[in-house]
């Protein structure tokens, strides 16, 4: 009864893939609104140091557990003892139920904004558009105040897409799908780079905000105890974005590299993940940044006040940049949606994949089946988040998940692997297959990865009691 594991057809299918789960909402959307809320460029240098310090050693974990234990989080815990089975299934849990059901609305928000586009929807005033018009927010968290059938329905297709793909199996569906979906999505985002890069006042918006930096911001030994504080809360930040960007700590990249065939080049492919990532990111940066200089420009007002930072970035200031812009401004516009989408719609297949892989795992059910019925589930469970007050608990959601359950989930990875397992047989496992990985990171998992990230948890537990 057994089946033998499906396979990706090819290790370019499987990067494509791989990077596909990785480039998401969080690359253009949140990357975009965190690093303006932490100190633009500033940002940049605890990101790229929690990709050096997490990201890439824990990627390498990752990919060298999914591909040495042939299995979904769960299986491969289990295997290493069945007392951490549960931490195993901890993970693709958290990222179905505790990503995917907002994710997959704010794709639906995208495609609205996608057909808003041609008709400039949002008048000029895209700010009451958003809140009042659109999401009809309510007045607390509390108040639950009814669903948006527009959001309601956008959401639907996009649990539908993610089906369709996922139902067809790693090879037919994922593999085809982030074949198709990644180029197109590299093509767009260059668009809309160069494109932003034209407009008047762009470029400075870049030099003066994203290219230049407040080191005050990220200096966490500052001798004012609240300077301090808001620093230390920006390399939480940081990590957490870390996490979420290269989709670690879900059993995303375990299951993805569980269908790896034996031969495969695994420390290669971690740092093409990663580069390709965290490269894309600061790419998409360019975009953002220029397009809130260009908004200034026009408005004849500062960047500052151009800009509204949090998760309606995307929703407030591209849609007035989108009207103010000299000419094809639904073009434009439809163009930045359907990014949003297109990298949103990869990363959730990967999302449903890394539960779904968990299930056939475990109880050899047929994989039609668990997607169907996960992909039910989840848009069940996505309603919450179409109410009135889905933006409310989106926020308070991603907040716990990113901040303390990604966190969380690396650290009690590292501490399996480093104490338990030993990271030297990881580390030759993945040696023996191509490039090698240095002694150095046997220190990272054991020692250094888990105390950053344990000061990491007790530096957001202060700040949330704070
Ligand atoms: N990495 C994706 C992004 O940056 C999001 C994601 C998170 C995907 C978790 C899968 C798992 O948007």
């Not at 780079?193 to 762009?202: I, M, P, R």
Request: aromatic fraction near 16%; charge should be positive; charged fraction near 10%.
């Amino acid at each position: 009864m057994h089946k033998s594991r499906s396979l990706w057809q090819s290790n370019l299918g499987f990067l494509m893939a791989a990077i596909g789960s990785a480039i998401g909402l969080g690359n253009i959307w949140r990357f975009s609104y965190m690093a303006h809320e932490h100190g633009g460029g500033a940002f940049l240098v605890p990101y790229l140091v929690a990709l050096a310090v997490a990201g890439i050693p824990i990627i390498l974990l990752e990919y060298g557990l999914g591909h040495r234990e042939k299995g979904s989080s769960p299986m491969v815990f289990a295997r290493l003892s069945p007392r951490f089975e549960l931490l195993g299934w901890w993970m693709p849990v958290v990222a179905m139920f505790g990503i995917m059901l907002y994710y997959s609305v704010v794709i639906g928000w995208c495609v609205n904004y996608f057909f808003h586009s041609f008709t400039l929807a949002w008048g000029s005033d895209p700010q009451t558009f958003f809140f009042n018009d659109f999401l009809q927010l309510s007045s607390s968290p509390a108040e639950f105040g009814g669903f948006r059938l527009p959001i309601l329905l956008a959401t639907a297709l996009v649990w539908f897409s993610c089906w369709f793909i996922c139902y067809r199996d790693i090879r037919h569906g994922i593999e085809v799908a982030a074949k198709i979906f990644m180029p197109l999505l590299l093509l767009l985002t260059a668009v809309i780079v160069f494109w932003t890069l034209q407009l008047d006042g762009a470029w400075e918006g870049i030099r003066d905000n994203y290219l230049s930096a407040d080191w005050h911001k990220i200096n966490f030994l500052a001798a004012d105890p609240e300077a301090r504080a808001a620093a230390a809360r920006v390399w939480v930040a940081a990590f957490g974005q870390i996490f979420f960007t290269l989709s670690l700590g879900f059993g995303i990249m375990i299951a993805y590299a569980s269908y790896l065939p034996a031969k495969t080049n695994l420390a290669r492919n971690a740092l093409i993940t990663a580069a390709v990532n965290c490269g894309y990111s600061v790419f998409a940066g360019l975009a953002v940044f220029g397009i809130v200089g260009f908004m200034a420009f026009s408005q004849g007002v500062t960047f500052d006040e151009a800009i509204v930072g949090g998760p309606q970035l995307a929703f407030v200031v591209y849609p007035q940049a989108i009207s103010l812009l000299p000419d094809f401004n639904s073009l434009f516009g439809a163009l930045f949606f359907l990014v949003l989408i297109i990298a949103g719609l990869t990363s959730g297949v990967s999302l449903v994949e890394a539960f779904t892989c968990a299930l056939t795992d475990k109880f050899n059910w047929r994989r039609k089946k668990v997607v169907t019925a996960l992909c039910l589930l989840g848009i069940t469970g996505s309603l919450i988040f179409t109410s009135r007050a889905g933006l409310y608990l989106l926020d308070i959601t991603d907040h716990f998940i990113t901040n303390y359950g990604l966190v969380l989930g690396g650290l009690l990875q590292c501490l399996i692997i480093g104490w338990y397992v030993g990271p030297e047989k990881l580390r030759q496992h993945i040696n023996k297959l191509g490039s090698k990985v240095p002694q150095i990171w046997n220190f990272f998992i054991r020692y250094l990865t888990p105390l950053v990230l344990l000061i990491l948890l007790l530096v957001a537990i202060r700040g949330d009691l704070a």
